[in-house]
């Protein structure tokens, strides 16, 4: 059984650049949300993705999208970086339908924002 | 406001020394309250789920416990591979996986 593996484990942005970060769910989870998890601080919901399409979103602005691929991949994208986007974004991958909030974490992407 | 917090924020311990952790809760329509373990460097890896008041669930040293308000997580005889981040988060009604996290108890066995 193949867990959820994120990439890249680090990058350097600067300010005003665009990221995406990938990630590939757990074999035969078909949900994956994604977490922002700034240093000393808990993870905050950004959105997740079930058939290809956004179901459900936090208090994240636009700038922030992703896309599930049919394979159930995963990609966030963060346009126009701030300094405050620094931070540990993690991936999550579950199965639609299965237990509430039993979800199988990546070991995430650390990025910092120069 | 939807509110998680978790107390202590940091804890040492000698190894065989037990205690509790403590995550208080005030959220609209509680779904479960889940329990997860962080290492450093690593994404949480899942512990618990708890529904209901009353509920309680073990695994090795570790237990967890669900009131109204607040749910603990007991930790018997910890050994410093129990070292870890503990964190408490909310499942609301909006959506099953919309976790709402408490910043977490950093957790210190001492051999």
């Known amino acids: 059984e193949t867990g959820v593996t994120q990439s890249p484990t680090h990058l350097i942005k600067t300010r005003g650049q665009q990221v995406t970060l990938r990630c590939s769910s757990q074999s035969g989870h078909n949900t994956v949300s994604w977490y922002q998890q700034a240093l000393g601080q808990g993870p905050q919901f950004i959105f997740q993705?079930?058939?290809?399409?956004?179901?459900g979103r936090g208090n994240f602005p636009p700038r922030f999208s992703g896309l599930q691929f049919p394979n159930y991949s995963s990609e966030l994208n963060v346009n126009a970086l701030e300094l405050d986007d620094s931070a540990l974004y993690l991936c999550?991958?579950?199965?639609?339908?299965?237990?509430?909030?039993?979800?199988?974490f990546g070991e995430g992407s650390r990025l910092t924002v120069l | 406001e939807d509110q998680v917090t978790q107390s202590p924020e940091a804890l040492r311990l000698q190894e065989g020394e037990s205690s509790s952790l403590n995550c208080s809760y005030t959220v609209s329509g509680l779904r479960g309250l889940f329990w997860y373990r962080q290492d450093p460097g690593k994404g949480p890896e899942f512990l618990f789920t708890?529904?209901?008041a009353g509920e309680e669930k073990e695994k090795e040293r570790l237990k967890a416990t669900l009131t109204k308000k607040e749910s603990f997580l007991h930790i018997t005889a910890p050994k410093p591979e129990d070292s870890a981040t503990y964190l408490c988060?909310?499942?609301?009604?909006?959506?099953?996986?919309?976790?709402?996290f408490g910043t977490g108890t950093r957790l210190t066995v001492i051999p």
């Open positions: 708890l529904y209901s």
């Open positions: 999550a991958s579950s199965i639609a339908g299965g237990p509430t909030g039993e979800l199988f």
């Open positions: 988060a909310v499942s609301i009604e909006t959506g099953a996986n919309n976790l709402f």
């Open positions: 993705y079930y058939r290809e399409e956004e179901n």
